[in-house]
């Protein structure tokens, strides 16, 4: 069976595309989380530490290495924010 050379233009159009697609989505995502990988099956918490190291260095994917917390770190959480429920 012949091979049809005019088909494999648009093939390596498209697999060059999608191989650029691909590499792009995954620079993008790598540089919004700093350079770290993606997070997947994030549970709850997951989430409560990434709002921690949100309140500690501004950034959800950012650690701190020091042994006491920023000024205000104490005083800046949503509980405070939250109306007390009528028991």
Not at 43 to 67: A, C, F, K, N, Y
Not at 78 to 85: F, I, P, S
Request: proline share 7%; no cysteine; hydrophobic share 35%.
């Amino acid at each position: 069976m012949p091979v049809p050379w005019e088909a494999l233009l648009p093939f390596g159009l498209v697999t060059t595309m999608f191989a650029a697609a691909g590499t792009l989505l995954n620079v993008s995502k790598r540089a919004q989380n700093q350079g770290k990988p993606i997070r997947y099956h994030v549970d709850s918490w997951d989430e409560m530490m990434m709002e921690r190291d949100r309140r500690l260095t501004g950034h959800h994917r950012g650690q701190s290495t020091e042994p006491f917390a920023p000024e205000g770190f104490e005083t800046n959480s949503e509980w405070y924010t939250q109306k007390a429920a009528n028991t």
